[in-house]
Nanobody
Framework: VQLQASGGGLVQAGDSLRLSCAAS????????MGWFRQAPGKEREFVAT????????NYADSVKGRFTISRDNAKNTMALRMNSLKPEDTAVYYC?????????????????WGQGTQVTVSS
């Protein structure tokens, strides 16, 4: 199983970014997917999750209304659209997969992880 996260970069506060996660080696539609992030010196935290069918979705309060998670089961991909970025969004962002019987915001429930992509938001 491989999860490849991409799309990170250095942006200014208020800008937008779109992260992508490409999955291989698994039946993508059998998995719920999530985005997590980890800032320097902090624990990994939940960002968003999406059900195997694309609905429902769930977001951390800190990103609700600014971030949108989506998936394309035909292409085995997931995305995170991030608008109105803030300096506190700076972190390494990870995509992760969990069997679709679990709909979780807890990182330890996810069995497969991507390598992470760095998002840096300057003020």
């Amino acid at each position: 199983v491989q999860l490849q996260a991409s799309g990170g970069g250095l942006v200014q506060a208020g800008d937008s970014l779109r992260l992508s996660c490409a999955a291989s080696g698994l039946t993508f539609s059998s998995y719920n997917m999530g985005w997590f992030r980890q800032a320097p010196g902090k624990e990994r935290e939940f960002v968003a999750t999406i059900n195997w069918s694309g609905d429902p979705t769930n977001y951390a309060d800190s990103v609700k209304g600014r971030f949108t998670i989506s998936r394309d089961n035909a292409k085995n991909t997931m995305a995170l659209r991030m608008n109105s970025l803030k300096p506190e969004d700076t972190a390494v962002y990870y995509c992760a997969a969990v069997m679709r019987g679990y709909y979780s915001t807890r990182s330890h429930d996810y069995g497969y992880w991507g390598q992470g992509t760095q998002v840096t938001v300057s003020s």
